[in-house]
């Protein structure tokens, strides 16, 4: 498997490994549950440099992307980004993306670790007829998330959410953006390979501690964050999801477009709060408590450390996103109640 430019780090504050996506991972280095407490409270670190890196560059990058990808990536400024997608001519999710518009010509699209050579390939294969060039960056990207996330980095007012510029720190010229996977205020820094140990080094003695991939995952459902895999696959939409406001759809052509005008969801992607204590999971399905009959399947599942219960995400029946509804965890029926994503906000 392939390992982070951080992965001597991560040995020597004896990290417990996971394989993820081809690459070896840290999930813990201790209890997830304190890491994910460390993040809502404080300040957590983060090493991302499995996401995939693309930068799109060429007279043509912002017309091109505006075909690519779902979004309207030509009216992003400069400095700033955009929560888009990847879709299928069918209409399905290949991967959600952020995309930072670097330079008038420059963008920098951050895919998911599993999608990165999907992304790179469909990219390629779309870009004839464009002055364009898609390359794949081999760089470190380091996250730092939480309420003290701006005590670590320093105080950066002229960098809102959602935003990307060149920056200093530990001494190393960085890209500094405003984003994040937690539902937490923090910060993502790209950064040299070489230079990695270094900001890991800094932004930890400055207060944050490292966190892994387990706390990673329950902060995002917590926080109704979507996972490719989970929530979002190549046989759901943007729509289903809840997420078609990301979709241009008028703008004139683009991948998807057809599909994605037409498409209209018998399902819809729900939060879930069960009333014991038993977690659903991914693959659990979803019953009507009146028939017994399938309705639908939870896509991630968790007990929540910041709320102190169980909590899911699903996909239902849309006529019954408004009932009362019933997991069926491992043999036990487990009654939970509909709620509004996300289940917690900052």
Not at 50 to 56: C, D, S
Not at 184 to 200: H, L, P, Q, R, S
Not at 224 to 235: D, I, Q, S, W
């Amino acid at each position: 498997m392939r390992r982070t430019a951080l992965h001597d780090v991560h040995q020597r504050l004896g990290a417990t490994f996971t394989g993820f996506a081809g690459w070896q991972m840290p999930l813990r280095y201790g209890s997830d549950v304190a890491e994910h407490h460390c993040v809502r409270r404080s300040a957590g670190l983060f090493d991302l440099g499995h996401m995939g890196q693309l930068e799109v560059t060429g007279a043509d990058a912002a017309a091109f992307l505006d075909y690519a990808l779902v979004g309207r990536l030509s009216a992003v400024p400069v400095g700033r980004a955009k929560y888009t997608m990847l879709c299928h001519t069918n209409g399905g999710v290949l991967d959600d993306l952020v995309v930072y518009r670097l330079a008038e010509r420059r963008f920098l699209v951050v895919a998911n670790a599993a999608n990165a050579a999907i992304v790179l390939a469909m990219l390629g294969e779309y870009s004839g007829g464009y002055t364009v060039t898609v390359t794949e960056r081999d760089r470190a990207l380091i996250a730092v998330q939480g309420p003290h996330a701006v005590r670590v980095v320093g105080e950066h007012p002229d960098l809102r959410y959602y935003g990307i510029k060149p920056d200093r720190f530990a001494g190393r010229d960085v890209l500094l953006a405003r984003t994040g996977y937690t539902g937490e205020d923090g910060f993502e820094i790209y950064c040299d390979n070489a230079d990695a140990e270094a900001v890991w080094e800094r932004a930890a003695a400055a207060g944050a501690a490292p966190a892994g991939l387990a706390c990673r995952d329950t902060l995002r459902l917590e926080a109704g964050m979507p996972l490719y895999g989970h929530e979002l696959t190549v046989r759901t939409t943007p729509f289903h999801a809840g997420l078609g406001r990301v979709v241009a759809l008028d703008k004139r052509d683009f991948v998807g477009g057809p599909a994605l005008r037409a498409v209209r969801p018998e399902t819809v992607l729900v939060g879930l709060v069960t009333r014991g204590r038993r977690a659903p999971r991914a693959g659990y399905a979803v019953l009507d408590p009146d028939t017994g009959a399938k309705v639908g399947e939870v896509t991630s599942g968790a007990p929540s450390p910041t709320l102190g219960h169980p909590i899911a995400m699903a996909y239902v029946a849309k006529n019954l996103e408004k009932k009362r509804l019933v997991v069926d965890v491992r043999g036990t029926h487990e009654e939970a109640d509909i709620v509004p994503l996300p289940f917690y906000r900052r």
